[in-house]
């Protein structure tokens, strides 16, 4: 199915695929109206410095310093506050949903995920914000999957982000988690890094992750959303278009709206009836294997990790400095 193109590309785009904003910033989801939003601790790191935002860090400053918090408590305290003071706001813009990321600090743990969850969704909760539209990203350890297992049962919906491989996405599908972020533009960058070659459209490495995953869903009836992320490029989004969900930076939302460039419809649900695919079974043992054995799903998941949590840490020396 083609959307002919008199309108601009971002709104045929939004015909086939819900679009999510992935940024902090809150312009940017008023100017382009995306149905939900998606947040990090990189983006909520870079807002939280700008003199706009500033309210919001006070508002969470002030909340934890008149609070019955220990003073070793007072920074994790101030950063729940902040995220989901972000979120809050984001909430007043989209009509959907907003994700709101867990410490990737805590990624290979299990309980430490779940009370960190818990927690913010109690204070959105505590807000008025009903959880149905929370996500709660966790990345996709097997200990960050096995997290949201639990949380999905007790009403808690969850984004697995970090998603590299077929490996983590069944995990993930098993684990009847509500909605998974495969990284398209950061399997691009490894392919291109390790081959020298700059892939376009269907032939791109990230591309096909997407398409192999979203495939894999429909042909065997699993209900978790597939939500393509971390774009490097327009021929990454459009070839993509019919995703359930695509979440896009700020700068390529308005190249999209921009264009007036006919968008069609690349991933169909009914176009997987025919298609021969092996099911996979995923436990612990092969879970770590196969994840083991994918060097690229190894090394980004390990390296996005280590940087979410290089700037939840800046962003809690941050809030030191105000503290003190």
Known sequence: MTTPA?????DQLKSFTKVVADTGDFETMREFRPQDATTNPSLIYAAAQKAEYRPLLDKALDAVKTGNFAASEQVE???DRLLVAFGMEILKIVPGRVSTETDARLSFDVEG???KARELIRLYETNGISRDRILIKIASTWEGIRAAEIL???GIHCNLTLLFSLAQAVACAEAK???ISPFVGRIYDWFKAHTGKDYQGVEDPGVQSVTTIYHYYKKFGHHTEVMGASFRNISQITELAGCDLLTISPD?????AASTDTVSRKLDPAAVTNLEIEK????EVSFRYMLNDDAMATEKTAEGIRKFAADIVKLGHMIQGHLA
């Open 152 to 154: 999905q049962r007790e």
């Open 280 to 283: 996979v079974a995923v436990d």
């Open 6 to 10: 008199t309108t601009s590309s971002l």
């Open 113 to 115: 995920t779940l009370s």
């Open 252 to 256: 390529l939302l308005a190249k999209l």
């Open 77 to 79: 305290r101030v950063m």
């Open 177 to 179: 988690v509500q909605l």
